[in-house]
């Protein structure tokens, strides 16, 4: 049974920083493209960073509002987890980030929520001013 966990989430102020990790099982993850998505109150949920295959060489694709702030990557050792470090964080990234994984999308269609199979249960993030 594929499952996937988020931890690392809380409240911080604007520029401080957190980490996400998200702890996948029940399946090989390296070859499935995994993204975290976030959610604010009342918009739609939108990709903030995707990575690709390990195979393929893991590409990481960025949301523009994120690019240069996150990081995406794998861990190298346990590579059913994948973190997502934020940096100089914003009241605008306030939202329940999600993790979701696939394993038959291309890493190319990473943007598509509805396309991916399995999903975390997602974790708050609240950046306060």
């Known amino acids: 049974q594929v499952q996937l966990v988020e931890s690392g989430g809380g409240s911080v102020q604007v520029g401080g920083s957190l980490r996400l990790s998200c702890a996948a099982s029940?399946?090989?993850?390296?070859?499935?493209?995994m993204a975290w998505f976030r959610q604010a109150s009342g918009k739609e949920r939108e990709v903030a960073a995707a990575?690709?295959?390990?195979?393929?060489?893991?590409?990481?694709?960025y949301a523009d509002s994120v690019k240069g702030r996150f990081t995406m990557s794998r861990d190298n050792a346990e590579k059913n987890t994948v973190y997502l470090q934020m940096n100089v964080l914003k009241p605008e990234d306030t939202a329940v980030y999600y993790c979701?994984?696939?394993?038959?999308?291309?890493?190319?269609?990473?943007?598509?929520?509805?396309?991916?199979?399995?999903w975390g249960q997602g974790t708050q993030v609240t950046v306060s001013s």
């Open positions: 979701a994984a696939d394993f038959s999308l291309p890493v190319s269609s990473y943007r598509l929520a509805n396309q991916y199979d399995y």
């Open positions: 029940g399946g090989n993850f390296v070859r499935s493209t």
């Open positions: 990575i690709g295959r390990s195979g393929s060489g893991g590409k990481t694709y």
